[in-house]
């Protein structure tokens, strides 16, 4: 039986493309019920910002515009 750092040394010799299929199928075969709790200060954040855009002090964007945004500053878009 393989222990966990033969199959986590096995998974980083994969190509990167690879490596996030295999995140996304164990993150798929994880039930909700084990997904581990955001920490307090993840939380205390949330929190903060969701009650700054409740007070209309953040301006919000559709999350395709967003993402936009972020590709081509990133310089994944031309």
Same mark, same amino acid.
């Given at each position: ?9 096995? *998974? ?6 690879? =490596?996030?299929?295999? @995140?996304? +199928?164990?993150?798929? #075969?994880?039930? &909700? ?7 307090? *200060? ?6 903060? =910002?969701?009650?700054? @855009?409740? +007070?209309?002090?953040? #301006?919000?964007? &559709? ?16």
């Amino acid at each position: 039986m393989s222990t966990l750092q033969d199959i986590l040394a096995a *998974a980083q010799l994969l190509p990167s493309t690879e =490596r996030l299929q295999l @995140i996304h +199928a164990l993150w798929d #075969a994880t039930p &909700p019920e084990a997904w581990p709790l955001p920490s307090e *200060a993840w939380m205390a954040e949330a929190n903060r =910002r969701s009650d700054a @855009i409740d +007070a209309g002090e953040i #301006a919000v964007a &559709p999350w395709d515009e967003v993402r936009a945004r972020v590709r081509r500053q990133a310089g994944l878009d031309g």
